[in-house]
C-alpha cells in the first residue's frame, strides 16, 4: 500500500486533498460523484486513515490513494469534537504542509463537500490562500485552496506546531490564528454565496441551480454526523451516493 510520501514524486500541481476513513465512506463516495457530474478531472488524492478505505477506493478511476503514515488506524466515524475527531482533524494539516513542502498546491476539501462547478477557474491571481467563510467564524478549515508559496509554508509550519497546545485547542481555531500572524500571507476570500456553509445554503432548499448565485462547493457544516449530512443533502437535492 502506497503512502503520501510514495506517490508525492508522481503527483502534478494542482490536487484536490481529501482524508477520510471507512466511517465517512459515504461521504466520500457523494463527493467523488459531484466531481464527476461537474466533468472536469481535477488529480484527486485521498489520504485513507485506515485500510479499510484504502481497499474501498483503491480501484476507482481518477482517484488516488494513499495510506495513512501515522500508526494508529481510527476506523469508525467519530463523535464531534471527541478526542478521535480531533486527531483525524489535525492529521489533516500534516498531509498537507507535506504537499506544500514538496512544491504542490492543494484545495483541502472535508469529506462533507460537493462540487456543483469546477472551482479552479475561480482560484485565480497572485494569492497564497482562498479561504472559505462561514458565519459566527472568520474562516473555515475544512475548505480552502494554499499554494505551495513561502508564506503559505510559514503559515502551515504555525499551524502544525501550534494545534497541539492545550487539551482542548481545536485545529480550526489555530488555523485562524496561523492565518492572522503570518506575515505577507496573501488572502483571498471565496464569496460566501458560492462556496457556501451550510449555515448559509441549509436556511433554503430551493435548488442550487434555481439560486440568484450558483454554488461552486457546498460544505455540510452545522449538520452533525454522517447521516444527519446525508439526509440534509439529499433533501437539497445534491446528494449523489446513492
Known sequence: MNSLSDIIPHLTSPVVLVTANMGYVKLVQNLL???????????????????????????????????????????????????????LAKRRIWHIYHLARAGIDTLYLDADTVWLQDPFPRLTGGFD?????????????????????APSLRMLTYWKEH???????????????????TKNLKVNK??????????????????????PTKPVIVHATWRIGVENKRKTLKECGIWFAE
Request: proline share 3%; charged share 25%.
Open 33 to 87: 460523484n459531484s466531481i464527476d457530474q461537474v466533468g472536469t478531472k481535477p488529480t484527486v488524492v485521498l489520504v485513507c486513515e485506515d485500510e479499510i478505505i484504502y481497499k474501498y477506493f483503491q480501484k476507482r478511476q481518477g482517484v488516488t490513494v494513499a495510506l495513512t503514515e501515522f500508526g494508529k488506524d481510527i476506523t469508525e466515524e467519530q463523535e464531534w469534537l471527541c478526542d478521535n475527531f480531533k486527531d
Open 129 to 149: 490562500i482562498y479561504v472559505q467563510q462561514e458565519e459566527n467564524i472568520p474562516y473555515c478549515s475544512g475548505m480552502f485552496f494554499i499554494r505551495a508559496t
Open 163 to 181: 494545534v497541539h497546545e492545550g487539551e482542548d485547542l481545536q485545529d480550526q481555531e489555530t488555523y485562524n490564528e496561523a492565518i492572522k500572524v
Open 190 to 211: 471565496l464569496p460566501a454565496y458560492e462556496f457556501v456553509g451550510g449555515e448559509i445554503y441549509f436556511k433554503s432548499i430551493t435548488p442550487w441551480y434555481e439560486r
